[in-house]
């Protein structure tokens, strides 16, 4: 029974180990937007197009201006 312990908690520590290592190359290496192309992305879903509502008080817009 020792020896079952001994021999799961290594093969446990191998197993997290290699785990860990590989969740750490996905982070790495993971092509992710920017910052500012995020939140460009979620201004634009709000803001996006054209706009010319009758009880809106700043009139005909286009993404926002």
Known sequence: MVKVRKSF?????????CFTVVLLLIFVFKEEKSLYDQA????????GGYINHPSDP??????GI
């Open 9 to 17: 908690k290594r093969n446990a520590g191998i197993f997290f180990g």
């Open 58 to 63: 700043g009139g005909e817009t286009k993404y």
């Open 40 to 47: 460009f992305d979620v201004l634009m879903k709000s803001e």
